[in-house]
């Protein structure tokens, strides 16, 4: 099965190397840490140690912009801008929605690629996290 999702408006499509777009590459969850809060209760030696379940969920998406070399810096740097600025609804493979997610981390995994017919591939990675 091919692997789709979206990010606010923005869609990325089962994966189509001829074709200048947006395309879904790999989703998963990312660790979250669980959430810890140590106390020292008086007149007991040691810490007390409570869990308190997990602090945040996190998703790592990665995907491919496939076009010229314009298109794909354009397709990078209006994503960042609008992924930066607000809450996101991640919906997954499973069409599952997740609602208030921030970019945490947006990187570049290799450099541009030119695959033929004036087109270049780039492949990112991103990591959102979920609030509650």
């Not at 810490?47 to 969920?57: A, D, F, K, T, Y």
């Not at 740097?77 to 997954?92: C, F, I, N």
């Not at 004036?118 to 609030?131: C, N, P, S, Y």
Request: hydrophobic residues 40%; aromatic residues 12%.
């Amino acid at each position: 099965m091919a692997t789709t999702f979206s990010v606010g408006s923005t869609a990325f499509a089962a994966l189509d190397s001829g074709v200048a777009g947006r395309y879904a590459l790999w989703w998963r969850p990312a660790a979250s840490k669980l959430f810890l809060k140590r106390f020292h209760p008086p007149g007991v030696d040691g810490n007390l140690i409570v869990r308190g379940g997990r602090e945040s969920q996190g998703y790592e998406l990665t995907f491919r912009y496939i076009g010229s070399e314009s298109v794909v810096t354009g397709y990078f740097d209006t994503d960042e801008a609008a992924w930066v600025a607000a809450e996101q609804t991640l919906t997954g493979p499973d069409y599952a929605t997740h609602t208030r997610c921030n970019l945490t981390d947006m990187v570049i995994v290799s450099p541009p690629m030119g695959v033929g017919g004036g087109l270049l591939i780039l492949d990112v990675k991103t990591t959102f996290m979920r609030d509650g």
